[in-house]
């Protein structure tokens, strides 16, 4: 192929891409924000993150080996279906944690005079990176991997983890007055 | 011209005039003095340039430079339109109008960067390849505007959001007509004229159909916060929204044989 065909193509690319993003963009949205929720609603995330360790231990090898021996097959299977809807359970709680907190940081800084663009960076990337790491987690429970769990070593690490996680998420908790401050505002 | 050329430009020819008109008014052209401006200088190129093809033909070398002259005042002007409407969208909003605006513009400077340097810039192709450059450009920044808007919930009222939309696709047709022109040159330039037309035909009643609702008092501009909330507590929520994303990250230390 010669250059003016590698040209051709780039540009076709770019127009679909402008093209998509313009269709995407102008789609209105399905989820809490578009239905006009009012912010005072949206609970200050919480909860929540406080059930790791109950929820690795739901995955937890040992169980289900303890499950089989006492049990028969169809128990095992039972029981392991269920861990499975919990822990789905579990990690869409966790999504909508992780989404409400990312509105009301977008709305404050819709609401701000100046913002820092290093911020904002972080923040896109992580929200990328978390729905990414969803996705791929939910796909694996639902197929059916990810239901038996090594947790050597994690128990410390995971405790420290959960320790900051509700510290957080405590601060933030005594923010909410600052959500219904900011709903009137908008 | 074809007859049939000539009929399309006359079409636009009048659907400008009467948006012009309409829009002088409804005194939009206080709201959108830019966006008036640009269909001021579109009609002006059209007539112009009409008389000097009617007198010296297409193919000279001042109709040619008369041509894509003009079509550089124009871009700029529409360039400017566009710029109007991010500013109607973000600018109430004085921080992300701040962050919007550089992105933006820089990802718009990208784009004509990439594409004229990928494309080349010899002298007969040179100029096409600009005008392309600079209608990716202007497709690109005015889809990011409204990505960018969707991402920070800000809401795009109309007429922002049609003529936004319909900016982008006129650009975006504007685009593929002008590759096929740098492709074929000489044989498609009737065709490139025709095509460019029809699309602007449609755009501009685009832009007609944007300010078909009576013009409302505009939004008032909301309270913002203090800068010290964004300072304190934005970076304290991203440390939550990072501590979220690495418990989430721990299911994937948990092996998983098959079972």
Known sequence: MNSFGIYFILIVIAVAGVGALLLWSLRPRKDRAAAGVPL?????????ATYLPQMLQALHAADLAFVASRGDAALGRTVKRERRRVVLGYLEAMRGDFER????????????PEIAPAQEWERLRLSIWFS?????????????????????????????????????????GERAALATEIASAL | MASAEKTIWLLDLCVQLVLLMFLVSRREHRRFPAFCSYLAINLLQGITLAALFSVS??????????????????????VLAVGEIFRHVLGRYQGVWALGWRLLGGLGVLVLVAAAGFGGLDLRAGVVTLDLGSELAIAAATAGLFAFAKYYEVVVEEPMRTMGAAFCLYSCSYVLNDLLLKHYLVNYQNVWNLVGMVAFFATVCLWGWAFRAPMRSET??????????YRNLIPEMNRS??????????????RSPRT
Do not use: C
């Open chain 1, 101 to 112: 907190l990312l509105r009301l940081a977008r709305v404050i800084a819709v609401l701000s």
């Open chain 2, 220 to 229: 008032p501009k909301p309270v913002l916060l203090q800068p010290d909330i």
């Open chain 1, 132 to 172: 990414l790491n969803y996705f791929l987690l939910t796909t694996r429970l639902r197929i059916g991997f990810g239901i038996a769990a090594q947790l050597n070593g994690l128990g410390l690490e995971i405790s420290d983890l959960t320790m900051r996680v509700e510290r957080a998420m405590q601060e933030l």
């Open chain 2, 241 to 254: 929204l990072a501590d979220l994303n690495e418990q989430l990250s721990h299911f994937w230390n948990v």
């Open chain 1, 40 to 48: 005072e609603e949206i609970e200050v995330p919480g909860g929540h």
């Open chain 2, 57 to 78: 033909g297409f193919v000279t070398r001042a109709a040619w430079i008369m041509g894509w002259g003009s079509q550089a005042v124009v871009t700029a002007a529409r």
